[in-house]
């Protein structure tokens, strides 16, 4: 019993970083019909910029936030307007192409410039309290209060505020939203900045739990694609959900399967992503489009 409830407190912190770090890839996906495959290489810059606030500046992981949050969105911003506005409207083929190729450029960019050797962000977050036999790691409850927090202030945006509403509109229907008076293009932009620098922090949270490398993207990537199957376009209930799943099946596998139990938790994810695509290719949630346009995506 104490193996099972240490696996599925373990599943529950890693399903809650999962789901704050699709959140930028269901998003954009949901409103621009673009598919992000360089949604990875921007957690790994912000994982980045955090380790460098952290070695050079002794700043603590955590508090980087403040900082990640509004540069990644300058970066997200001007990468929408410089490149992804271009394609917005191309063959959803284009767009992939060209964030794949993005995708390459971030990564070895990065490794030109600090070489490929792991990278450990140090916390003072460290520790753990014990509950009788089970242990619940200090920095990883931070990081579920953490994505539970970005998703609910994402899901309060997009419901509660006039920008947000327009996004929704955007994303339901641009030729009505562009009726109605609404930029389609500054959405777009701005939408494309809040996702990239969600996902920026996303790669804060996730920088004191693991090594940070110029190539951890394309992983996170794929997890996300998995994640956006189970929960829909831009569906942040649904990412929560799809995120708890995806984190507690790898996390019970990787406990109760001996030796090969962390490799076939990955392969777990594109088994649940294939099963889901073939009975509701809408997604488990539902989401930002209406249903028609998502089975179309």
Excluded at 7 to 16: D, E, R, V
Excluded at 68 to 83: C, D, H, S
Excluded at 218 to 236: E, K, M, Y
Aim: hydrophobic content about 55%; aromatic content about 10%; some cysteine.
């Amino acid at each position: 019993m104490d193996q099972f409830l240490q696996a599925l407190i373990n599943g529950i912190m890693l399903g809650a970083f999962y789901g704050a770090m699709m959140l930028g890839f269901s998003v954009i996906w949901g409103v621009m019909g673009v598919i992000n495959l360089a949604h990875g290489e921007f957690i790994m810059l912000g994982a980045y910029t955090t380790w460098v606030l952290n070695k050079d500046f002794g700043w603590e992981p955590f508090y980087a936030i403040i900082l990640v949050f509004p540069l990644m969105f300058i970066v997200g911003y001007i990468v929408q307007r410089v490149l992804i506005n271009r394609v917005v409207d191309q063959p959803i083929l284009v767009s992939l192409l060209v964030t794949f190729g993005l995708s390459i450029i971030i990564a070895n960019a990065v490794k030109l410039a600090y070489s490929a050797d792991p990278r450990i962000t140090e916390t003072e977050f460290s520790g753990a309290w014990n509950v009788g036999n089970v242990t619940i790691p200090v920095t990883k409850t931070i990081i579920l209060g953490l994505a539970l927090v970005i998703m609910a202030s994402l899901w309060t945006f997009l419901n509660r505020t006039r920008t947000g509403k327009s996004i929704r509109a955007a994303a339901q229907n641009k030729q009505a939203a562009r009726i109605v008076g609404i930029d389609i293009n500054a959405i777009y932009a701005l939408t494309f900045g809040i996702c990239i620098a969600i996902t920026g922090v996303a790669g804060t949270m996730i920088s004191p739990t693991q090594a940070v490398h110029p190539f951890m993207g394309a992983p996170l990537t794929l997890r996300a694609f998995a994640i956006t199957a189970l929960a829909g376009l831009g569906s942040i209930p649904g990412a929560l959900m799809g995120g708890m799943v995806l984190g507690i099946v790898e996390s019970m596998i990787g406990i109760y399967v001996d030796r090969i139990g962390t490799n076939l938790a990955v392969v777990a994810a594109f088994v649940l992503l294939v099963v889901v695509l073939i009975t509701r290719p809408q997604g488990l949630f539902g989401g930002l489009r209406p249903v028609e346009q998502a089975e179309q995506l």
